[in-house]
């Protein structure tokens, strides 16, 4: 069946740095856009930053701009997301996402369980 | 990129219709034909269940419709059921490529 698995959270002091991946299943990755998508405890879903199906563009929220980077390896059907000055208000759970044209337009059509990230000292 | 603006909670008895709005500006949802709505249950991922302002995914119920009219987007719920509860999201593309969600609007089956 189709699949996302996030890994790669954990507890991080602040200033750190962090690498989130995304592994799907059941469907062709290289076929579909990508996103991250961050939910902090209690609070309401932000999106965080998308890569395009053969990673040539990406687009960030000005939250994490400047300090994250996207990217894919299709050859290994995986996205990922560095974080890097990680600050205590980055601490959220998250997602990966993905985006299918043909059977959902322009939204997040399939959803991983989310990894968790906790910055703190 | 300030998040969409949703009602913090709306309510409704089993049966009845709800309507959740989700206001932007002409620089998202004014200028998006790309508006979706996510449902989320306690300790779920969210699902969407409204993609393109008001086309439904295979599966969703018929009872869930969306709309939009100028700068705001609306989501529908007929014929309220005790599952509807939940958190709704509405989400939107901006006219620079990014993406914005609205607050969260929390639906309370009486």
């Known amino acids: 069946q189709v699949q996302l698995v996030e890994s790669g959270g954990g507890v991080v002091q602040p200033g750190g740095s962090l690498r989130l991946s995304c592994t799907g299943s059941?469907?062709?990755?290289?076929?579909?856009?990508m996103h991250w998508v961050r939910q902090a405890p209690g609070k309401g879903l932000e999106w965080v930053a998308a890569?395009?199906?053969?990673?040539?563009?990406?687009r960030y929220a000005d939250s994490v701009k400047g300090r994250s980077t996207i990217s894919r390896d299709n050859s290994k059907s995986t996205m990922y997301l560095q974080i890097s000055s990680l600050r205590v208000e980055d601490t959220a759970l998250y997602y990966c996402?993905?985006?299918?044209?043909?059977?959902?337009?322009?939204?997040?059509?399939?959803w991983g369980q989310g990894t968790m990230v906790t910055v703190s000292s | 990129q300030s998040a969409l603006t949703q009602p913090a909670s709306v309510s409704g008895s089993p049966g009845q219709s709800i309507t959740i709005s989700c206001t932007g500006t002409s620089s998202d949802i004014g200028s998006s034909n790309y508006v979706s709505w996510y449902q989320q249950h306690p300790g779920e991922a969210p699902k969407v269940i409204i993609y393109?302002?008001?086309n439904r995914p295979s599966g969703v119920s018929n009872r869930f419709s969306g709309s939009k009219s100028g700068n705001t987007a609306s989501l529908t719920v007929s014929g309220l059921q005790a599952e509807d509860e939940a958190d709704y999201y509405c989400?939107?593309?901006?006219?620079?490529?990014?993406?914005?969600f609205g607050g969260g609007t929390k639906l309370t089956v009486l």
């Open positions: 393109d302002v008001f």
């Open positions: 059941g469907f062709t990755f290289s076929i579909n856009g």
């Open positions: 996402a993905r985006e299918d044209w043909a059977l959902a337009g322009r939204s997040l059509d399939v």
């Open positions: 989400y939107s593309y901006t006219d620079n490529n990014l993406r914005l």
């Open positions: 890569i395009r199906n053969d990673g040539s563009i990406t």
